[in-house]
């Protein structure tokens, strides 16, 4: 599979228990995020966003919470399975002006299921 | 199927022998970019574009060009690739405000 998940922050959880991943941004005027998951050998697959007027967002198995005050953004999900096993990124959106915008990515979290 | 691809999906090249990456998506979607991705340092964005004949520099664009001539397609040229340019390398699109949807990744090497 593809090298991306070398040198990452490594999260192994139990098959069933709950998994959290952090993920800390940079700019406060940032003012949309997204979580992606990578598989290996495949590009990353939206999962779930917020955005910045919103602290809580659920989806399917998935939450995101975001705090504006410190900067920071967690995944939340919830009976993990072995198919969650993936590097999961966090994105925060910012306007650079004349109806542009960027989208920097976290380094991203590997997420490991025992089964 | 809604789908981004990009083509081709491997290629070996040498220093300095241009080549061209195409990216291609059936979403009618505004915004298109192209991102790089190496161990350690995660998806970095080279070039993105808001509409046709709209591009605009990344954070690593260097040694990259891009058109959009077309609303479907974003190819992303290297005129002179060099070894530092090997790397993984994803195309994305979006409607204006909402998420972006991958394409499956272009594994590049130069020698």
């Known amino acids: 599979g593809e090298s991306v998940g070398l040198h990452l922050p490594t999260l192994s959880v139990q098959e069933g228990d709950n998994s959290i991943i952090n993920c800390a941004y940079s700019n406060s005027a940032s003012d949309y995020f997204i979580w992606y998951k990578q598989e290996s050998g495949k590009g990353p697959q939206f999962i779930i966003d917020?955005?910045?007027?919103?602290d809580k967002r659920q989806g399917q198995r998935v939450t995101v919470l975001l705090n504006k005050t410190v900067k920071h953004l967690s995944l939340q999900i919830a009976a993990t399975q072995p198919g969650d096993s993936a590097v999961y990124f966090c994105a925060e959106r910012l306007y650079s002006g004349a109806g542009s915008y960027q989208l920097t990515f976290g380094k991203g979290t590997k997420l490991s299921v025992i089964p | 199927e809604a789908q981004v691809t990009q083509n081709p999906r491997y290629l070996i090249t040498v220093t300095g022998k241009k080549l061209t990456v195409t990216c291609s998506q059936n979403?009618?979607?505004?915004?298109m970019s192209w991102y790089r991705q190496d161990p350690g340092l995660g998806l970095r964005q080279i070039y993105y574009?808001?509409?046709?004949?709209?591009?605009d520099k990344g954070d690593v664009p260097e040694g990259y060009k891009v058109s959009r001539k077309e609303k479907r397609n974003f190819p992303l040229i290297l005129e002179s690739p060099s070894p530092n340019q090997t790397s993984l390398y994803f195309c994305?699109?979006?409607?204006?405000?909402?998420?972006?949807?991958f394409g499956p990744g272009t594994r590049l090497t130069v020698l």
């Open positions: 979403m009618n979607h505004e915004y």
């Open positions: 574009s808001m509409n046709v004949e709209v591009t």
């Open positions: 994305a699109s979006s409607s204006l405000y909402n998420e972006q949807f």
């Open positions: 917020i955005r910045s007027n919103m």
